[in-house]
């Protein structure tokens, strides 16, 4: 079935340090992709969005390319700050189904 | 706009006591409405969604069950509960047909 699998966590990296966090998408169909993040104690918020290939998704510095011919969708920044500490989660949508997270990765930037 | 109300935001409970979470969702009509549990190291568990009243579709099996009474109603709940029950739960609503989903700021349920 329709799968979204992450790199696994914690990733821990100093202020101002470039992020990457993996995310590779079962390839059935042609589904939409999604980061989320969720910061301590709270649900989940939007991140960004691409709807088809090559599509770039950006927000707050953070970007992610739509990679058909890798089945992936990889979270960048180039400088990350305190505050960016959170859980992200890659999510997939095909069709009129609900949405398919990954495992979500637990992110902390230490000053 | 769009509004999700989650409630409560912590829970203790017993085993063996039953559970009742409450999500509304005011600004918009026939949502699809989602219930997601997020267990330490397991990620984000979808346990049931309904795209109209009275329609629950069950993705995982367990002693958890939903309702949908009114349209934007979506209520969990439990007959007995388990210490596997402990997580943190997450109402979420999208428009009908559309992918993005918007969630609440959870329950904590933790079960002694």
């Known amino acids: 079935g329709d799968s979204v699998t992450q790199m696994e966590g914690p990733v821990t990296l100093s202020e101002e340090a470039f992020l990457t966090i993996n995310c590779t998408y079962t390839?059935?169909?042609?589904?939409?992709l999604f980061w989320y993040v969720q910061y301590p104690g709270e649900g989940l918020q939007l991140l960004l969005k691409?709807?088809?290939?090559?599509d770039k998704g950006s927000n707050k510095g953070f970007e992610a390319t739509y990679r058909k011919e890798t089945t992936s969708f990889h979270l960048e920044k180039g400088s990350v700050q305190v505050s960016d500490s959170a859980v992200y989660f890659c999510?997939?949508?095909?069709?009129?189904?609900?949405?398919?997270f990954g495992k979500g990765t637990r992110l902390s930037v230490i000053a | 706009s769009q509004t999700i109300h989650q409630w409560p935001a912590t829970l203790v409970q017993p085993v063996g006591s039953p559970l009742s979470l409450e999500c509304t969702v005011e600004?918009?009509?026939?949502?699809?409405l989602y219930w997601y549990r997020q267990a330490a190291g397991r990620g984000l568990q979808l346990l049931f969604y309904?795209?109209?009243?009275?329609?629950i579709s069950s993705e995982v099996p367990q002693n958890l069950s939903a309702s949908r009474p009114q349209d934007r109603q979506f209520i969990l709940s439990s007959k007995k509960l388990l210490l596997s029950d402990s997580g943190f739960y997450l109402c979420?609503?999208?428009?009908?047909?559309?992918?993005?989903?918007?969630f609440g700021q959870g329950t904590r349920l933790t079960v002694v």
């Open positions: 979420a609503w999208s428009y009908q047909g559309r992918a993005e989903a918007f």
């Open positions: 390839a059935t169909g042609y589904p939409s």
């Open positions: 691409a709807t088809k290939a090559d």
């Open positions: 999510a997939r949508y095909s069709g009129n189904t609900p949405l398919v």
């Open positions: 600004g918009t009509s026939n949502p699809n």
């Open positions: 309904s795209v109209g009243i009275g329609q």
